[in-house]
């Protein structure tokens, strides 16, 4: 503030040794006051308050011993002060002296004290021989204690330098000039531009800190992978193992239709429901699905077919056609299983994704069919009301076999198989209802820790108003199975509330150090 304001007073500071600092009598023209100074010149500069140049000095300051010479006298005065006046009493044998004053004081002063007629010898002892004297070497280490330096110039300064009670020392001083953001008030500059800022006006008249785009920034500690990406590896190879081929799963967004008509859940069914079911309002409605497909899905809807009697209740094309986020990967299921019946239809596959996902290494058969086992693991949406377990997005793992003559002992043996390699061995099966699937089976596993029968997972044998309008030869069965990410990833990590998983309050470190998983 002091510089600010004598800059603001006089324009210049041609010295800062010059300043006084309030509250002080004296200059600050020492180096301790000085190198203040610096600290504070830095830190205005970096704010582009002032700008300043910076000049060299020698000056001079005590040794250790000098600083003992001004608080005790030098060793010529104490000489002197241990001696009797002459005639007035025993003069002092050297011997004497030096048990009086010390060896060093003793060697040192009686030299100096001789040459400056303070003392004289007095048979073979020592007495003063001045009655008063001038202790010039306190006097100049004094006046070097307060200065710096000696109006007597460089000789005597030598001379003290020789005795080594003073040593040389450089210093700095500096002028000071106005910067681009000159201003008196030293009010730090901010750093963030805030909500509040913004709302109140308050950027408008705020100063910030410029960028330093030299900074170095923070070292970044390695990349993590989630626990949840760590389940998702092992299950992955699990299925890997097992000879299953990973399914394309990128469509988030789907049409009614892949989610729901195609796997013969009815228009009518809760599941369709903004209460369950998150949909888009902008694009709010799909591209046409194939129209052949489209037709025959319809009409197995409204009025059966494939043996089955169909739902009889009305069909909205605006229904079908309206964009959500798929609420299981079973949509991403459907349009694979589609495109695998593609050459049953007659037609070539026309997506050459899909046989690198199929495999090409099963020989078609005549009728175009081959037989693939397939799984995926993404993430699904849910219009649910978040709690300890539940989340509106979460991560379902799927299974899907398809072949001829497949039979529920498939399904069970593939899950047992499955579930095992998870390090879950005692299952039961419970029917359930899915509207693709029939029959349907919960599958439940026994929770050592909760000491209880726990639900993981659904499954079942895909219906055949499902897989016929899709071209599917009769015979061919598909079974499928499907599985949360979650819940064997908390129970893996003994978590018990979701949300320390994931979301806004999952903790960065707990993702860093937790520990890989091996089922
Ligand atoms: N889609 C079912 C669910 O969301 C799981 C499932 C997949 C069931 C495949 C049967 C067959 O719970």
């Known amino acids: 503030q002091l510089i600010l304001d004598t800059l603001e007073s006089s324009s210049t500071i041609k010295d800062t040794r010059t300043l006084v600092i309030p509250g002080q009598s004296d200059p600050a ?42 608080l005790e006298g030098s060793h010529e005065a104490r000489v002197w002060a241990a001696l009797p006046v002459k005639g007035e009493g025993t003069p002092v044998t050297p011997l004497e002296l030096k048990s009086r004053v010390g060896d060093e004081t003793a060697k040192v002063g009686q030299g100096r004290a001789f040459k400056s007629g303070w003392i004289a010898k007095e048979g073979s002892g020592l007495v003063k021989s001045a009655l008063t004297i001038t202790d010039t070497t306190q006097l100049d280490l004094r006046e070097v204690d307060s200065t710096g330096t000696l109006q007597s110039g460089e000789k005597v300064l ?55 785009f030299e900074a170095e920034g923070i070292p970044t500690n390695g990349g993590a992978l989630h626990p949840l990406l760590k389940v998702r590896e092992e299950i992955r190879n699990i299925f890997l193992e097992m000879g299953f081929e990973e399914m394309p799963t990128s469509a988030f967004v789907e049409s009614g239709f892949w989610c729901f008509d195609a796997l013969f859940v009815p228009q009518q069914h809760p599941a369709r429901d903004l209460q369950d079911t998150f949909y888009l309002s ?81 020989a078609a ?21 978040m709690d300890a377990t539940h989340l509106a997005e979460f991560h379902q793992v799927e299974g899907v076999v398809a072949d001829r003559n497949l039979t529920l002992a498939d399904l069970i ?67 499928g199975w499907g599985v949360s990410l979650e819940r064997p990833t908390m129970i893996r990590y003994g978590i018990n509330n979701i949300r320390t998983l994931v979301g806004h309050k999952t903790s960065i470190e707990n993702v860093e150090s937790s520990p890989a998983v091996r089922f």
């Open 29 to 70: 023209a020492s180096q301790d006051a000085q190198i203040a100074i610096l600290g504070a010149l830095n830190s205005l500069f970096s704010r582009e308050m002032i700008t300043y140049d910076t000049h060299e000095t020698l000056s001079h300051v005590l040794t250790p011993e000098g600083a003992q010479l001004v």
């Open 158 to 212: 030598a001379e003290l330098r020789k005795r080594k009670l003073i040593v040389q020392r450089k210093g700095q001083w500096f002028s000071v000039r106005k910067g681009a953001n000159f201003s008196t008030s030293t009010a730090k500059p901010e750093t963030d531009l805030t909500v509040d800022m913004l709302t109140s006006g308050a950027w408008k008249t705020s100063t910030f800190k410029k960028y330093n």
């Open 282 to 362: 902008d694009p709010s409605t799909s591209l046409e699905p194939p129209s052949d497909y489209y037709k025959r899905v319809s009409e197995v809807h409204q009025n059966g077919g494939y043996g089955s009697l169909g739902y009889r209740a009305p069909w909205s094309h605006e229904e079908s056609r309206k964009l959500l986020l798929r609420t299981h990967t079973t949509a991403s299921s459907a349009a694979v299983l589609y495109k695998l019946a593609g050459k049953c239809r007659g037609k070539k596959v026309d997506d050459e994704a899909l046989d690198s996902t199929t495999g090409g290494s099963l």
């Open 365 to 385: 058969t005549d009728d175009g069919f081959r037989p693939a086992k397939m799984f995926s693991i993404d993430r699904v949406f849910r219009n649910e009301t």
């Open 413 to 479: 043996g593939f899950m047992r198989v499955f579930f095992k390699k998870m390090g879950i061995e005692n299952l039961r099966f419970k029917p359930a209802f899915n509207p693709y699937t029939e029959p349907s089976l919960e599958i439940f596993a026994f929770h050592p820790y909760l000491n209880k029968w726990v639900e993981i997972g659904n499954s079942g044998m895909f219906r055949p108003e499902m897989l016929e309008p899709m071209g599917l030869p009769k015979d061919v069965r598909v079974l």
